[in-house]
């Protein structure tokens, strides 16, 4: 697994996973320096949420942090020239702190990878949420050494 140090405006993610289920899904917000993060925080219900800067260690809650790459990103948008318009890092995040405290979250229009996308990107997109990211997930293995071969071949740890 490749890894590289934390770069302002980079969208980060960690996976998050039970031992019934494995891998369930990957919470994802933008790095704004600092050891700060600006993602979806939890309300008062697991359906409910609002925009806030924390920790890594808060965001991480113990799971490891990865980065999404721009080619990774890219990858999200085959059939749209998106390259030219990726936001700088200092846009990026002056995008992701114009929304603090805002609680618009929706599971299926506006979660936490929609939102990072979008401060990236200006595009709301989940590939979580997409059918080839829902069937990716079910192929993909959850535990074992074809887990380990999987993230050494597509993730990239922050190294912060």
Partial sequence: M????????????????????GDVYQHYGVYAGYHKIIH?????S?????????????FCDGDTLY???DDSLLSIFQ?????????GPRKTVQRARSMIGKGD?????HNCEHFAIWCKTDQLESTQLSI?????RFLRPSRGPLKWL?????????EY
């Fill in 46 to 58: 697991p359906l409910d949420g609002r925009i806030a800067e924390t920790s890594i260690e808060k």
């Fill in 2 to 21: 490749g890894s590289r140090k934390l770069k302002l405006g980079d969208i980060v993610f960690c996976q998050r996973s039970n031992f019934f289920f």
């Fill in 79 to 87: 059939d749209a020239d998106l390259a030219s318009t990726f936001y």
């Fill in 40 to 44: 979806y925080i939890k309300g008062d």
């Fill in 105 to 109: 979250y929706n599971l299926f229009g």
């Fill in 150 to 158: 999987a993230n050494e071949i597509w993730r990239v740890e922050a």
């Fill in 67 to 69: 980065i999404a790459e």
């Fill in 132 to 136: 080839e990211g829902m069937l990716a």
